[in-house]
C-alpha cells in the first residue's frame, strides 16, 4: 500500500471517500469488493481518533433496549456474529458481569427480562463454524459467586449476578487498517495526511465533481475527481457539509466525548458493567493483561482536533468509578495510561436548541443523506453518526445507495468475506499451527503477530528476509513488555503506509497501546523509521517528541 496523492489526481474515480476511520473504510472497502474505483482520503492517519479511542467492544447495546431501540439492538447483534465470523483474529466472546441490587430496576427480575430479550434478539449468534466464537445465554449467579468474581463490587445490598456475553476486539485500530489493506488489494487508492479543504464544483455550483486535498506532509495541493463523494468523516462531519453547503450545515453532530483510563489488571477474564450514582454506568474490562475502565460521556463542544484528556478529566472519573466499585480504591498513581474519543452523534433537537444537546441518551443510530434531496448538492452524500458494532452494515447500505446512483446492479458482497488478516478458519488452531511452524520464534511473539495480522503474518516475517543480513535484528522484540517486533515497524513503513513514528507504535503495532514502552524501544522504532524514511537527526528527535506528546494529559503539555 502506497501513497501517492498525485497520482490519484490524475485517476477518475467512481467514489471519493473522505475519512479514514471505520465508518471510511468500510465504505471503501465494500465499494471496492463490488468493484467501483475508490479513492480514501484521510487528514490525519487511518483510525487515529475514534475508531482508536473506542472501548474496544463489539457489542449489541444492552442499555438501548431501555431506549426502545429494538431494531438498533438486532442490528448490532447480528453484526456482533459477522465480526467474529470476518475477523476472527480480532474479535472474541467476553463475559460480563452485572450485578444486581435491590428489586426495582437493578434488580434481578427487571435484568432477566432484559437479558432474555437480548438473547433473543441474537437468536443467530451461534451460526459459527468456530466453536471458540460461540456465545452463551445469558446466566445468574449468587451473591457469593458475583463477590468471588468481583471483590470490589459495593456489597451493601447487592442480591447476586448475571452474565451475558458480547465481543471485544483486540486492536480496532489495525481491524479499520484491514479494511483499507483489503480495498486497496481490490483496487482502491488511499492516502493518510490528506486533508481535504473544499469541494470541486460545477459552473452553476449544483453539483460536487471532487475535492481538494492538501497533502500535509509536504504542503502540496491537489484536486481528485470522482462521480460520487461521500463524506464519513465522523466527528468532522458536519464540518465537511460546512465546507460543501458554503456555511452553516445543515445537520448537527452532538460530540460526546469519552475517556477511557488503562491500569493493572482489576478483574480475571469477565468485564463489568457497574452503574455509579454520581456518574452513570461505566465499564471494568480485562485487556491485554490491563484494565479499561470506560467511559465518560459527556458533550464536548470543541473543535474535534483540540479533543484531549486532562488531569481534572481523570480525578473525576476515578471519583465515579471508586463509587461504583468502593473496593477498589483506585489514586492516579494506578493509572498507567489513557485515551479519548468522541462519539458523532446525529442531533436530532431543532437548530436552535443547542442547549438541550444530551450525549448520554442520543441515539447510536447512523444517518444516511443524500444531498440531492435534502438541498439539491448532486454527487454528494454523507453518513453521518453510528457505531462501531454497525459500521459494516452502515457502508453496505451506503454503498447500496451509490451503485444505485451510478446505475450499477453490484449485490453487497462483505457480509461473508473474510477481512484482509481474516481468513484463518477456527483462529486457535492457526494459532497453535503457526507456533509449531516457527518454532524458533518465542511462542507470544508468534501469538501476537497472529493477532496483529492474522492470515497474513507470513508476510511480515517475509520483510525480515527483503534486505540482506538484517533478519535476525528485526525479529527482535523491541520492548520488554510487548511482543511486537522490529520487522512489524519496518512492514508498516514499507507496506502499510506508516508515516509517522506515531503510527507505526501507536496504529500499526501494539508497542505503545497500553503505555508508554519505554525509552529504549522508542528509540529504536525511530531509528528503524528513520532508516526507511531517510529521516535526519533533527526529524527523528522531533517525531520521538511528538510520541511523547501522545502519553500526556492536556495539562502536562502547557
Known amino acids: ?16 471517500v473522505v475519512g479514514g476511520g471505520i465508518s471510511g473504510a468500510s465504505i471503501a472497502w465494500d465499494a471496492s469488493l463490488r468493484g467501483l474505483k475508490v479513492a480514501l482520503l484521510e487528514k490525519d492517519d487511518f483510525a487515529h481518533a475514534t475508531t482508536a479511542g473506542s472501548s474496544k467492544l463489539i457489542h449489541g447495546g444492552l442499555r438501548y433496549l431501555v431506549n426502545g431501540e429494538i431494531s438498533l439492538v438486532r442490528e448490532s447483534l447480528r453484526e456482533r456474529r459477522i465480526w467474529e465470523q470476518n475477523a476472527p483474529h480480532m474479535v472474541d466472546p467476553l463475559p460480563f458481569i452485572l450485578p444486581t441490587y435491590g428489586h426495582g430496576l437493578k434488580g434481578g427480575l427487571v435484568l432477566a427480562v432484559g437479558l432474555t430479550m437480548y438473547d433473543w434478539l441474537a437468536f443467530d449468534r451461534n451460526r459459527l463454524d468456530d466453536p471458540d466464537k460461540k456465545i452463551p445465554a445469558y446466566k445468574s449467579i449468587s451473591r457469593e459467586e458475583a463477590l468471588k468474581l468481583m471483590p470490589s463490587l459495593r456489597p451493601e445490598g447487592l442480591t447476586g449476578a448475571k452474565i451475558y456475553y458480547d465481543c471485544q476486539m483486540f486492536a480496532p485500530e489495525r481491524l479499520c487498517l484491514e479494511f483499507i489493506l483489503g480495498a486497496v488489494e481490490k483496487g482502491a487508492d488511499a492516502a493518510n495526511y490528506a486533508k481535504v479543504d473544499g469541494f470541486v464544483k460545477s459552473d452553476d455550483g449544483k453539483t460536487i465533481k471532487g475535492v481538494t486535498v492538501k497533502d500535509t506532509l509536504n504542503g502540496t495541493t491537489h484536486e481528485i475527481k470522482g462521480k460520487l463523494t461521500v463524506n464519513a468523516a465522523g466527528p468532522w462531519a458536519d464540518i465537511m457539509l460546512g465546507l460543501s453547503e458554503n456555511g452553516k450545515p445543515s445537520r448537527r453532530l452532538i460530540r460526546s466525548k469519552g475517556i477511557h ?16 450514582k454520581i456518574g452513570g454506568h461505566f465499564f471494568v474490562i480485562p485487556w491485554r493483561d490491563k484494565t479499561i475502565l470506560g467511559t465518560t460521556d459527556t458533550v464536548f463542544d470543541g ?30 498513581d494506578d493509572v498507567e495510561h489513557f485515551y479519548v474519543g468522541i462519539r458523532p452523534l446525529v442531533d436530532t433537537t431543532p437548530q436552535d436548541d443547542e442547549d ?3 450525549s448520554y441518551n442520543a441515539s447510536r443510530a447512523a444517518e444516511i443523506i443524500d444531498h440531492a434531496e435534502l438541498n439539491g448538492i448532486q454527487g454528494f452524500l454523507s453518513a453521518m453518526g453510528g457505531k462501531w458494532t454497525t459500521s459494516r452494515h452502515l457502508a453496505e447500505q451506503v454503498v447500496n445507495v451509490v451503485t444505485t446512483k451510478l446505475n450499477l446492479r453490484h449485490a453487497p458482497a462483505t457480509q461473508d468475506v473474510p477481512l484482509y488478516g481474516g481468513a484463518t478458519g477456527r483462529f486457535k488452531p492457526f494459532v497453535d499451527q503457526a507456533k509449531k511452524a516457527h518454532a524458533d520464534l518465542n511462542p507470544e511473539i508468534v501469538e501476537n503477530l497472529t493477532r496483529y495480522h492474522g492470515s497474513r503474518y507470513e508476510a511480515v516475517l517475509a520483510t525480515a528476509r527483503e534486505r540482506q ?25 514499507r507496506h502499510e503506509m506508516a508515516c509517522t513514528l506515531s503510527d507505526a507504535v501507536m496504529r500499526r503495532t501494539g508497542l505503545g497501546t497500553t503505555g508508554h514502552p519505554g525509552k529504549e ?7 528503524l523509521m528513520a532508516r526507511e524514511l531517510g529521516w535526519d537527526d533533527a526529524t527523528r528527535t522531533s517525531q520521538i517528541a511528538e510520541l511523547e506528546q501522545g502519553f500526556l494529559t492536556l495539562d502536562a503539555r502547557k
Open 303 to 332: 473543535a474535534p482536533d483540540e479533543v484531549g484528556v486532562s488531569e481534572q478529566d481523570i480525578k473525576d472519573f476515578l471519583v465515579v468509578v471508586n463509587d461504583g466499585l468502593p473496593g477498589l480504591n483506585l489514586t492516579r
Open 356 to 358: 438541550d444537546a444530551d
Open 261 to 276: 483510563l488503562i491500569t493493572r489488571a482489576l478483574s480475571d477474564k469477565h468485564a463489568l458493567a457497574v452503574q455509579s
Open 1 to 16: 500500500m502506497q501513497r501517492n496523492l498525485h497520482s490519484m489526481s490524475q485517476t477518475n474515480y467512481d467514489l471519493i
Open 469 to 493: 543480513g538484517e533478519e535476525a535484528d528485526l525479529l527482535k522484540p523491541l520492548s520488554t513488555t510487548t511482543a511486537d517486533l522490529g520487522v512489524q515497524i519496518v512492514h508498516a513503513v
Open 521 to 527: 524501544a522508542v528509540e529504536a522504532a525511530a531509528a
